[in-house]
């Protein structure tokens, strides 16, 4: 069942055609993925939450620390308590993996690579609904993208590929894009303390159409 679901996972993500009607849109496949992706995201968003107050820390301590050097006076005991908490901090973190399932490792290992720089997702409005509001669609709304989620999924990620998209619907899908974009940088501005350039590594979303019949990329969606 890991494995399987891993497999749908992957190729979702990595440019593969699904037939999701085969799988189900109440699959327990379906509903595993969910979990593990949310589960992934809050991960993410905890990691980024806890570095940035490591960092504020560090600040603190480092004017504490010339303060004192200026008063012409030192205290290295709360150096030594902050390392006996981070000695400890590992060694619970060390425990805690042992009890993560084998396939939440599978699934962290594979979003969180730092070789996993490109994402390509054919026909996105195909995907189950609940599964695709999980990591790239917005709330309740069908194709207003929400790519905040997908840069904490996959946060090594530099190009993002939404593909196979129908031409009959394509200004449907640019407004929708720019809407999206709009709330992405938005919300990258809201959280520029937290967000440096390591965790948002996303530089390009590109938008295709799918081939028409003479084998040629709609002109409209080309341009974007």
């Not at 679901?5 to 190729?11: A, E, G, S, V």
């Not at 200026?70 to 042992?98: I, L, P």
């Not at 509001?133 to 946060?155: H, R, T, W, Y």
Request: with cysteine; hydrophobic share 30%; aromatic share 8%.
């Amino acid at each position: 069942d890991t494995l399987t679901r891993f497999n749908i996972f992957q190729k979702m993500v990595k440019n593969s055609d699904i037939n999701w009607m085969a799988i189900g849109e109440n699959s327990p496949y379906i509903m595993k993925l969910i979990s593990l992706i949310c589960k992934q995201i809050v991960k993410r968003e905890d990691d980024i939450e806890k570095q940035f107050e490591k960092e504020e820390k560090r600040k603190e301590d480092d004017e504490k620390k010339q303060q004192s050097d200026s008063d012409g006076s030192s205290d290295s005991s709360d150096d030594d308590e902050d390392e006996d908490k981070d000695a400890s901090s590992e060694s619970d973190s060390s425990d805690d993996d042992d009890m993560v399932e084998y396939d939440e490792k599978l699934f962290n290992h594979f979003c969180s690579n730092e070789n996993n720089e490109w994402i390509a997702i054919r026909t996105y409005s195909t995907i189950p609904l609940a599964l695709r509001q999980s990591f790239i669609a917005k709330g309740n709304e069908k194709k207003v993208l929400d790519f905040s989620k997908m840069v904490k999924l996959f946060p090594y990620i530099k190009r993002l590929v939404l593909n196979e998209l129908d031409i009959t619907e394509m200004d449907e899908e640019i407004k929708n894009y720019e809407i999206s974009m709009a709330e992405f940088i938005k919300y990258l501005k809201s959280n520029k303390a937290k967000y440096k350039r390591k965790l948002c590594n996303l530089r390009e979303i590109i938008l295709e159409s799918k081939h028409e019949r003479n084998g040629k990329i709609n002109s409209t969606l080309a341009k974007c």
